[in-house]
Structures are given as structure tokens and as C-alpha cells.
């Protein structure tokens, strides 16, 4: 919460004052603990959305940006309705997406792109 007030004040400095404060910054971060939950997911459904999605994002239609260590494209699996909402770990309700607009969804969560995932997911798996 602090932190978000903190960066809603930088955004409004202007440039010679965020050039001054930058200068002047400590240098060394410090350290602070958060709890995060975090939410066991099914392997093989996220297995499935990423096999199935043929290293293609299902959301801009671009292939991902690297391969893995193992070679095998890079895409996060991702949850239509979010499992923070209630949405269920199923094929269902996941999709593999790049990682940029995996960063989308979690930031805009756009009703035009959810309807989007959920068609693409309809046509190809079914309903469950
Ligand atoms: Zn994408
Ligand atoms: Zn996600």
C-alpha cells in the first residue's frame, strides 16, 4: 500500500527533480519480508494448455519470445478467471500466453481479451 502511494508521487515529479532524486538514491536496497500465497497448480493442465497452444500465444498470435533450456518455447500457462478468484485449475479455464501478454491480462484483465481466450478456449476444448 505504501508503496503504491510512493509511486503514484515519483510518476508526478518532473524531470529535474526525478533525475535529482535518481542521482541521489541510496544504492543499496534494503530488505523487507511479504507473505505471498501461492496456488498449486495442476502439471499436466498446464502441460496441455502449452502443448496445445503450439508455441503460439493465444492472445497476440505471435510465436514466444525464446526457447527454454529444454528448447521448448517459453509461454506462461494462465488462468482465464483467475484461481485468486475462484477460478478453477482446469483445461478449461487455462491458456498459454507470451509473457507480455500474460503481463496484460494481469494488469488490464480486458473484457474484450477475456471474451477472446474463452472463445479460443471453447473452440478447441470444448466446455467443460
Ligand atoms: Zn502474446
Ligand atoms: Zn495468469
Redesign the pocket.
Known amino acids: 500500500m505504501k508503496e503504491v502511494l510512493r509511486e503514484k508521487k515519483v510518476r508526478k515529479l518532473d524531470n529535474g527533480e526525478l533525475e535529482n532524486r535518481a542521482r541521489t538514491a541510496r544504492r543499496k536496497s534494503s530488505k523487507r519480508r511479504t507473505a505471498t500465497t501461492t496456488y498449486e497448480r495442476d502439471p499436466y493442465v498446464s502441460e496441455f494448455a502449452k502443448r496445445w497452444a503450439k508455441g503460439i500465444c493465444q492472445l497476440c498470435n505471435h510465436p514466444a519470445p525464446f526457447l527454454n533450456k529444454n528448447g521448448d518455447p517459453y509461454l ?4 482465464i478467471e ?1 484461481l485468486s478468484r475462484g477460478g478453477e485449475d482446469s483445461i478449461y479455464n487455462t491458456i498459454a ?1 507470451c509473457p507480455n501478454c ?1 503481463d496484460k ?2 494488469i488490464m484483465n480486458l473484457e474484450e481479451d477475456i471474451r477472446e481466450l474463452k472463445d479460443k478456449v471453447i473452440f478447441n476444448v470444448g466446455i467443460g
Open positions: 506462461h500457462t494462465h488462468h483467475w500466453l500474460h491480462m494481469h
